[in-house]
Nanobody, 111 residues
Framework: QVQLVESGGGLVQPGGSLRLSCVGT????????MGWYRQAPGKEREFVATITNNGLANYADSVKGRFTISRDNAKITVYLQMNSLKPEDTAVYYC?????WGQGTQVTVSS
């Protein structure tokens, strides 16, 4: 059973930055594409970014140029660096590996 634990969320002003982390378990981590998704109140969960096992990243249009996904297979961790945050980035952010999801971490962008 794969476990994923997110951290790093919080309250930040518009234009600010946050870095989310997702720590996984298991040696299979390094073989899988990892992803970040988010769900705002009253909305469906949506794709944010993914990174393949060899480091190829893909982003939603809404976050391109502002967010950066990265991974450290030795630490079984995937990161999401979020810069130039906007109020519309407010959501619960989830980490995903194949069919496994973390519990989510809240990101609130507000002045």
């Amino acid at each position: 059973q794969v476990q994923l634990v997110e951290s790093g969320g919080g309250l930040v002003q518009p234009g600010g930055s946050l870095r989310l982390s997702c720590v996984g378990t298991g040696s299979i981590f390094k073989f899988y594409t990892m992803g970040w998704y988010r769900q705002a109140p009253g909305k469906e969960r949506e794709f944010v970014a993914t990174i393949t096992n060899n480091g190829l990243a893909n982003y939603a249009d809404s976050v391109k140029g502002r967010f950066t996904i990265s991974r450290d297979n030795a630490k079984i961790t995937v990161y999401l660096q979020m810069n130039s945050l906007k109020p519309e980035d407010t959501a619960v952010y989830y980490c995903r590996m194949y069919q496994s999801w973390g519990q989510g971490t809240q990101v609130t962008v507000s002045s």
